[in-house]
């Protein structure tokens, strides 16, 4: 937990049980004012699961979570007008137009947003009259978007905002959600898109088989793991007899080429070419490269699996 | 109220906007008016000379339940399955003001109703002679006990079940509760049961308000218990998902 900021999520021992199912399993972690907090996982790893608990649709069968310390279904009331919800797909009515679903959202809030100004800001003033049946699928996450921020809450929840958007779509729901971070609104955000959440991530969850197998803010965790180490030959060999002259893993990506899960350091260098030389197979090319999020989630995952 | 009195005037446009919905609420009763009216295939009554003086009360009584359980059942139905009651969850909108809300978009969508059946079943050569406090009276509570219902189906079960069980339901209540077709036609235990249901009731104390008179007792008694239980038992169970 940082120092001096009360966290804006807590989850704290969480488990979710569907009948005999154990679909959360005592997770813990939390997310912190003004940040966007990343919930990822592969289908079934119980982010929105756990997103839904945060949200008051799930009742936690142990341990607790909160929501600017609020209890998301004791006190549902209170926490409803300061949250909004993008959900994953649907969600409004399918015979109605944008500018009235977003008048009607903004009339259950106190200050809402104007709906005339913020649907132009998400690109879709020129659809004002079409129906949400009618709209293509990047326009309806837009619109869904829209719907999440009209009551101007002080959290949102967004359950994949980039799926269906084009580039251009996706650069403004981008820059809004920077933008909206920046005046202080906490964000969290469950997606598969490993891309969208490294862009857009203060701190990262990663689950995986209802646990948490990594929490960290998005910088910690990309220095935690460092850069792979590349190289290629002039022919193929068994890498498990250098994975263990190395004491590190050695995956053959085909052609002649290798990837070894650590740094390229002089120690792992000077091993590497001693082992190459004593079995006369030449070395090609050598270089490390930074992991990034995607590689880090599928480690850690692969590893928990 | 604001958020009240938007929420029902786009849950009307909705409705007003829905095809089938229509078909529901004002299609099916103008045929079967109309139809049965003019073509004699229907059992009446013995001291009724003119079937439309039979079937336009019954009509009537099937427009309200059209409206306030089966359209609104179906509808609300399918809100949960494209996911706006659980995105509703999230608002302050709360559950009182959507159950609110949408009971009184169907006195609003039966004060439509009454306005195209009322002239066409007079042109048909219908001469009520009604008595307007108990009429208002039976489809107030008539709409609360329907609509009561019809929030529980919609608001406990999925989305497609509610659709079958709105449409047999309807069915049955069309059939069984002397709307188009008279008590005394029906089987004895059917009828007994028959007597029990909202449906049942509201027909004959529309049928009465119509004819000059309060109608039965016994009616007014079993419409005045669904209206207080039903609308109940949805505010306590309605889930969001």
Known sequence: MKLGVAPAISVDSLVVDYGDT??????????????????????????????????????????????????????????????????????????????????????????????????????????????????????????????????????????????????????????????????????????????????????????????????????????DHPADTQFSTNSTFETHELSRHLGHQVESLGGGNYLIAAPPDPVLIAALTAWLAANQISLGTLHGSRLGLEEIFLRLTKEET | MNALRTQISTELKLNLRNGEQLLLTLGIPVLLLTFFSLVDVLPVPEQVDNSVDYLAPGILALAVLSSAFTGLAIATGFERQYGVLKRLGTTPLGRPRLLIA???????????????????????????????????????????????????????????????????????????????????????????????????????????????????????????IWALVSPALASKFFRWQ
């Open chain 1, 22 to 223: 154990r679909a959360v399993k005592g997770i813990s972690f939390h997310g912190f004012p003004g940040q966007v907090t990343a919930l990822l996982g592969p289908n079934g790893a119980g982010k929105t699961t756990t997103i839904e608990a945060l949200e008051g649709y799930i009742k936690p069968s142990s341990g607790s979570v909160t929501v600017f310390g609020l209890n998301p279904i004791r006190d549902h009331k209170a926490l409803v007008a300061r949250m909004g919800v993008m959900l994953q797909s649907g969600g409004v009515y399918p015979g109605i137009r944008p500018l009235e679903v977003l008048r009607l959202f903004a009339s259950y809030y106190p200050n809402p947003l104007n709906p005339e100004t913020l649907l132009e800001r998400v690109g879709l003033a020129h659809r004002s009259k079409a129906t949400w049946r009618t709209l293509s699928g990047g326009e309806k996450q837009r619109l869904s978007l829209a719907l999440a921020l009209i009551g101007q809450p002080d959290i949102v929840f967004l359950d994949e905002p980039g799926a269906g958007l084009d580039v251009e779509g996706r650069h403004l729901v981008h820059g809004l959600i920077r933008t909206l971070r920046s005046e202080g609104v906490t964000f969290v955000l469950g997606t598969h898109d490993l891309v969208e959440a490294e862009t857009l991530a203060d701190r990262v969850i990663i689950m995986n088989r209802g646990l948490v197998v990594a929490d960290a803010d998005i910088e910690v965790l990309l220095a």
């Open chain 2, 102 to 224: 949408k009971t009184a978009t169907v006195i609003a969508i039966e004060l439509i109703q009454l306005l195209v059946l009322l002239p066409l079943a007079l042109a048909l050569g219908w001469s009520p002679s009604i008595h307007p406090l108990p009429l208002v009276g039976a489809v107030v509570l008539a709409t609360i006990a329907f609509a009561g219902v019809a929030l529980l189906l919609a608001g406990t079960l999925p989305g497609l079940v509610v659709l079958a069980a709105a449409n047999a339901v309807y069915l049955v209540l069309l059939l069984f509760s002397d709307i188009i077709i008279p008590l005394d036609g029906i089987p004895g235990i059917l009828a007994t049961l028959s007597g029990l249901l909202p449906s049942t009731a509201f027909a004959q104390l529309v049928r009465a308000s119509l004819a000059g008179g309060w109608g039965p007792t016994h009616a007014w008694v079993t419409l005045s």
